[in-house]
Nanobody
Framework: VQLQAFGGGLVQAGGSLRLSCEAS????????MGWYRQAPGKERELVAT???????TYADSMKGRSTISRDSAEKTVELRMNSLKSEDTAVYYC????????????????WGQGTQVTVSS
């Protein structure tokens, strides 16, 4: 299983950015998809996740400023972020929990390679 992330980059404070991630490989079913981030010197933290049923969960810091969506057929997840702040600067990681081979296979977590988001003030 591979996760390929797209998007990220440099944006001014108050601007918007879109991140997308595509899962490929041996995938039977996908449970949750989401994004986490890690700033220098800090632990990795949740940004937003979305369940297989489309229920979204956001970090308090991102509520009202971001929207997560998924396309289960295309195995993609997208995160749109608005009103970006300097404290949003971090490496953003795509995360997927999935079953690789049939309903009897154990669900596993997979991480993308990370994409840098830098917000300049």
């Amino acid at each position: 299983v591979q996760l390929q992330a797209f998007g990220g980059g440099l944006v001014q404070a108050g601007g918007s950015l879109r991140l997308s991630c595509e899962a490929s490989g041996s995938i039977f079913s996908i449970n949750t998809m989401g994004w986490y981030r890690q700033a220098p010197g800090k632990e990795r933290e949740l940004v937003a996740t979305i369940s297989s049923g489309g229920v979204a969960t956001y970090a308090d810091s991102m509520k009202g400023r971001s929207t997560i969506s998924r396309d289960s057929a295309e195995k993609t997840v997208e995160l749109r972020m608005n009103s970006l702040k300097s404290e949003d600067t971090a490496v953003y990681y795509c995360h997927v929990n999935l079953r690789p081979n049939g309903w009897n296979s154990q669900s596993r977590n997979y991480w993308g390679q990370g994409t840098q988001v830098t917000v300049s003030s």
